[in-house]
Nanobody, 124 residues
Framework: QVQLVESGGGLVQAGGSLRLSCAAS????????MGWFRQAPGKEREFVAS????????YYSGSVKGRFTISRDNAKNTVSLQMNSLKLEDTAVYSC?????????????????WGQGTQVTVSS
């Protein structure tokens, strides 16, 4: 049974930083590409960042590029999202996802497994 469990969310002031982590189990983690998506109240889920199976390829949405960094540790079966210079509009539930394709992807429908999400709230 595949499980993805996010942690690290919380309340932070604008301009601050947070580091999200996602712990994976029940799958051969190094075979999967991983991604982070977010969904704000009343909005559709949107792509944030993704990383290929080996970590050599990463993609970011335009709204977070230069501020967020995705990384993975295949020895620990974890993927992380370092978020710096947070803005009010970054407030959302952040979910990690795993794709069997192994390649870094940007669309939600290619991801096979999803975590429950962790709330990130950025205050002024």
């Amino acid at each position: 049974q595949v499980q993805l469990v996010e942690s690290g969310g919380g309340l932070v002031q604008a301009g601050g930083s947070l580091r999200l982590s996602c712990a994976a189990s029940g799958l051969t983690f190094s075979d999967y590409s991983m991604g982070w998506f977010r969904q704000a109240p009343g909005k559709e889920r949107e792509f944030v960042a993704s990383i290929s199976w080996g970590g050599g390829t990463t993609y970011y949405s335009g709204s977070v590029k230069g501020r967020f960094t995705i990384s993975r540790d295949n020895a620990k079966n974890t993927v992380s999202l370092q978020m710096n210079s947070l803005k009010l509009e970054d407030t959302a539930v952040y979910s990690c996802a795993a794709s069997k394709s192994g390649f870094a992807r940007v669309v939600a429908y290619v991801f096979d497994y999803w975590g429950q999400g962790t709330q990130v709230t950025v205050s002024s």
